[in-house]
């Protein structure tokens, strides 16, 4: 492992022209550019960062918010950002493995988890730089989540090896691993994960739902879903939302589903809808995949394309609140940050056309200044109403 970076290495950010309104729209870009394709981004939940003494500086909007990508390149890097100071973007850590690093989770402030290619879940300090494996799987670790507030000290991990793990952080296990706490089998291979109100949500080959209570995992619980999606086509994201009584599912076909985790209300209430796509006068129909999917606070979400676009959506109203400009090429990730007051968006091609000259993989933060681009149809009718 090699330790880049410092907790003063500010990274310049590309001036956005003032009449360039697509540039304003799609938020500033880290001039940090990855060598290989960007994997995910996620927020650390805690929206304070100190200076080592515990001390934030801000009530969430002015506090500065930790931000981290991993990349196919190996890379896990965290930045620091502000809402209300969007041309300050701080790169606060840059570690480099040896392995494609495919899935990423805070577990604190200053601790992230990551899992590799080579099965390995890593664990990094980003105050000493310091780097541990605490798990391992047989392949390919393509989900890695945490919940501290209902399975405090684990780390789940899920793979393409058809297992899902657990691992204690406190206690060393034998060998170079930490200690797995539970292992469980799945009915396929681990494609994406999230975590929301003590929900495990898990998307697998064959188009399979499960979702596990974080809680139970650790004893041996049955799911709470075990089903194939409604889409007909791969998984590409799951997202639940946060209160954890429903999944959004967005698959390869261009297509995403809201499904929900009661069997009999899923059945009367599920729908899915097409977005992602556009017509070619030469060609017809042009289907990309939907790569990402990830909840507004306010229960609104957004989903990431092969398109290059991010479209917001309302899911109890069934419509598109807001589409951001184009971004330069695919959108691989995204993330709102806890608060809600900015997205990240990861512009990284994602391979749907082969292998071709695409810019470079690069970052984005979108501070959202028009609450009418996450808010509710519903929620927004009865603000307009008082």
Known sequence: ????????????????DANDDDARGRGRVIDDAFDDGISSVFWARSTKYGDGDGDGDGDGVMAM?????????????????????AGQHTRL??????????????????????????GAVRAFDVTSGAERVVGSHREAVSCVEYDGENAPNMVF?????????????????????????????????????????????LGASDRQILAYKTSDIISGGRPVINRQSSMRFQTRCVRG????????????????????????RNERERYAFKCHRKTDPATGEVIYPVHAVSFHPLGTFATGG???????????AKKRLFQCPRYPTSV??????????????????????????????RLYIRVIGDDAEVTPKAAAAAAAAK
């Open 306 to 316: 092969g398109d290059g676009y991010v479209n917001i959506w309302d899911g109890a």
């Open 157 to 201: 991990s899920a793979s393409y090896d058809r297992t899902l793990k657990a691992w204690d952080l406190r206690a060393p296990g034998g060998g170079e691993c930490g200690r797995c706490a539970a292992s469980t089998s799945m009915p396929g291979k681990a494609f994406t994960s999230d975590v929301a109100n003590g929900m495990l949500f």
């Open 332 to 361: 691989a990730s995204l993330a709102f940050s806890p608060c809600g007051t900015m997205l990240a968006v990861a512009s990284s091609y994602a391979q749907e056309e082969r292998e071709k000259n695409t810019p470079h993989d």
């Open 1 to 16: 492992m090699v330790y880049m970076g410092a907790r003063d290495d500010v990274v310049v950010v590309e001036d956005v």
């Open 241 to 264: 939302n946060p209160r954890g009584d429903s999944v959004v599912v967005a698959s390869v076909e261009g297509r995403v589903a809201v499904e929900y985790v009661d069997d009999d």
């Open 65 to 85: 918010m930790l931000c981290a990508a991993t990349s196919w390149g190996g890379d896990v890097r965290v930045y620091g950002a502000r809402a209300r100071l």
């Open 93 to 118: 850590h840059a570690f480099k493995t040896t392995s494609p690093q495919l899935c990423g989770t805070f577990v604190d402030r200053t601790h992230v988890v990551s899992g590799g290619a080579d």
